[in-house]
């Protein structure tokens, strides 16, 4: 069936780096999309992907593989305020308004 | 820039009642969403909107009802709230050609008693 699947919790160092893996299977690839959720706010979009390779922003990059249906971002020079769920949203090609979201990754930042 | 407001933000309701969310967007978007958020599962889509009074049900419709009267609003109904319901209502735009790209509003908190 179609899913994403992304792990729960994920914990690294203020300063550090942190890789959040993301994996799909869907009918179809139409792009994936990042998006940042702060506790008790709403998701933030950060990046959106649809071919391989690494894109990257400075703070936050994506890197995607569609053959592997495999997606991560990497957040360098960690800082406090990182700690939050990074969610993973892909969109198949059969309706290009429905995505369909992982459960998010919660991301630790420890000083 | 744009913003997106729900209303109200933290709705208490009882068994059996109809609730409904309301959801405004400033940004001249045609497609709006309702997903559901629950703890520990992802984003669920229950209602989408591609333009003024389209309407497309997503995965989780049944229960809710929902009216896109005007391009800047989205309203959700939910029919008969079940007990001990708890859960957070995320509406969201996106420009023409899908959903690559989408902005989420505040979120409206549901608790049913």
């Known amino acids: 069936g179609q899913g994403v699947e992304q792990p729960d919790n994920l914990m690294s160092v203020e300063g550090t780096f942190a890789r959040v893996n993301c994996t799909y299977s869907?009918?179809?690839?139409?792009?994936l999309s990042w998006y940042q959720q702060r506790e008790g706010h709403a998701p933030v979009f950060l990046s959106y992907?649809?071919?391989?390779g690494l894109k990257d922003s400075g703070h936050f990059s994506t890197f995607l593989s569609r053959s592997n249906g495999y997606s991560y971002l990497l957040l360098t020079e960690l800082q406090i305020k990182d700690s939050a769920s990074y969610l993973c949203a892909v969109r198949d090609d059969t309706n290009a308004y429905k995505v369909i979201f992982g459960k998010g990754t919660h991301l630790h930042v420890l000083p | 820039g744009g913003i997106i407001t729900q209303t109200p933000k933290f709705l208490i309701g009882q068994e059996g009642q109809k609730l409904t969310l309301k959801c405004q967007q400033n940004f001249n978007h045609d497609t709006m969403y309702w997903y559901r958020q629950d703890s520990g599962k992802g984003l669920r889509l229950i209602y989408y909107s591609i333009t003024e009074n389209d309407l497309q049900k997503g995965d989780l419709s049944e229960g809710y009802d929902a009216s896109r009267e005007k391009k800047s609003s989205f309203s959700l109904t939910v029919t008969s709230a079940q007990k001990n319901e708890m859960a957070v209502f995320l509406c969201a735009s996106s420009g023409t050609g899908g959903g690559d790209t989408q902005y989420f509003g505040p979120g409206t908190r549901l608790l049913v008693l």
């Open positions: 992907v649809v071919l391989d």
């Open positions: 869907t009918s179809g690839f139409n792009g």
